[in-house]
């Protein structure tokens, strides 16, 4: 933070055109200005923010000046309330500019109050993160560090941080009561408050672990949030969440506890009107476009060799007939993956089922993936051609896969393993750029 500090402060306020001052961000500091014909002025701003609600802004002038001073309202906030002088300003709204444009005098004071409640904010996989106020609050975690390699320069290591309890839980909450399931507990203002052991104000709320969240084919962060809701039948924990700058490992996205609703029926994707709803990338850059999805290059006319996936996490099929158009726009393999868990970034880092069309190789490939290896289950040389759309049929059925082209009543490849019986479905390209559009799977 030796840069962080420094340019949050100097970047907090600004001068106006009118020869005022605006506040961007709130802290406790001094700022050092002119005003109106080049009068002098010191504010003292006094605070806790953003631990605490109040900020007290204390002015001293060289001589009475008028000038506008303009205050950034939080969005957050649904309570705002200014004094000036202890009486109170109107105008107040929340994601606005409250502008106060009066003679100002040595001693005056603005004290400003901005309500802290605890809310919710919808993210990746159904998931939530938790805030209060303007800070986004993060599992406690306690730490184990070691140092793994040593510098010439005495007292600079490089250090490994891994968890030294555990991390992987869903919440029990209820966003419609959140401010009454979660306590507040508070305590004295440190002279750092992020550092997790003394940090100010620290959240509780009840959790249960999900076993079956881990860390990565990597090992070196865990897997993406589960789809919430999620089943767990472990014990209810009561969990410490802390300000997520206190944390060095950091949990902040959590799943919630409950009973799953993931698609298992009929699921339907075709990029209308750009967007990509419901589903998640993982690698290399995809994006929308005539109402389709398009792998961007990642130099030299490739997606890389690290792969593009694009999974609908909310999705769980077993048995089913699974469709989507595939053009492959440059050398390398595009195509649908099934039967999914556990995606994450890298080549073969997912675990389940990939039919991919390469039009130089000119193979149709049916294979699977554990997590970090590639494994071939049916190959066959296959016509396919650059930038031709091939529409891609999958028929499965418990251990027995067929896979059809362009509307065939003749399999083009057949395959048997039993490794993986449910999971999402995806879209994948792996070095190839591509084009990608009209999924669609119905349950048998």
Not at 112 to 121: D, K, P
Not at 205 to 214: A, E, F, L, Y
Not at 309 to 331: E, L, M
Request: proline letters at 6%.
């Amino acid at each position: 933070m030796h840069m962080g500090w420094p340019y949050f402060v100097k970047n907090s306020w600004l001068a106006t055109p009118e020869g005022g001052l605006a506040v961007i961000a709130y802290g406790p500091m001094e700022i050092n200005a002119v005003v109106a014909n080049n009068v002098p002025i010191k504010i003292e701003a006094i605070t806790n923010y953003p631990f605490e609600e109040q900020i007290k802004l204390n002015l001293s002038l060289a001589r009475p000046a008028s000038f506008p001073l303009k205050l950034r309202i939080p969005s957050w906030c649904a309570n705002p309330t200014i004094q000036v002088n202890g009486k109170p300003v109107k105008g107040a709204v929340s994601g606005e500019i409250l502008t106060i444009n009066r003679q100002w005098h040595t001693k005056d004071n603005v004290t400003l109050n901005f309500t802290m409640v605890i809310s919710t904010t919808k993210q990746v996989n159904n998931g939530v993160s938790i805030e209060r106020g303007p800070l986004v609050y993060a599992l406690k975690i306690e730490e184990t560090k070691k140092n793994v390699k040593d510098f010439r320069v005495q007292g600079f290591h490089e250090t490994e941080i891994s968890p030294a309890t555990p991390w992987n839980y869903g919440l029990l909450i209820d966003p419609a009561t959140i401010n009454k399931d979660i306590r507040i507990g508070k305590s004295k203002m440190p002279e750092n408050p992020f550092v997790q052991v003394q940090t100010p104000v620290q959240l509780k709320i009840k959790g249960k672990r999900i076993p079956s969240w881990t860390i990565d084919y990597n090992k070196t962060a865990a897997l993406d949030v589960p789809y919430s809701p999620v089943t767990s039948d472990q014990r209810t924990e009561e969990l410490t969440l802390v300000p997520y700058g206190s944390e060095d490992l950091r949990v902040s996205i959590f799943p919630t506890i409950g009973q799953p609703s993931l698609s298992n029926s009929v699921y339907r994707q075709n990029f209308d009107m750009g967007k990509i709803n419901g589903m998640v990338i993982y690698g290399g850059g995809l994006f929308c476009k005539d109402n389709a999805v398009h792998c961007a290059s990642n130099g030299n006319n490739s997606s890389g060799d690290q792969g593009s996936k694009i999974v609908a996490t909310g999705t769980n099929f077993t048995d089913f007939i699974y469709t989507a158009d595939v053009k492959v726009t440059s050398p390398g393999d595009a195509g649908l993956m099934f039967r999914v868990s556990d995606p994450a970034i890298g080549a073969n880092a997912y675990k389940g089922y990939y039919v991919g069309l390469n039009p130089v190789k000119g193979t149709l490939e049916l294979g699977k993936a554990n997590g970090k290896e590639w494994k071939v289950l049916a190959s066959i040389k296959y016509p396919v051609k650059l930038n031709e759309n091939y529409n891609v049929k999958i028929e499965a059925v418990g251990s027995n896969f067929k896979v059809f082209i362009n509307g065939s009543g003749t399999p083009s490849i057949t395959a048997a393993d039993n490794e993986f019986k449910a999971g999402s479905i995806g879209l994948r390209t792996y070095n190839a750029l591509a084009t990608l559009d009209n999924l669609e799977i119905k349950a048998l």
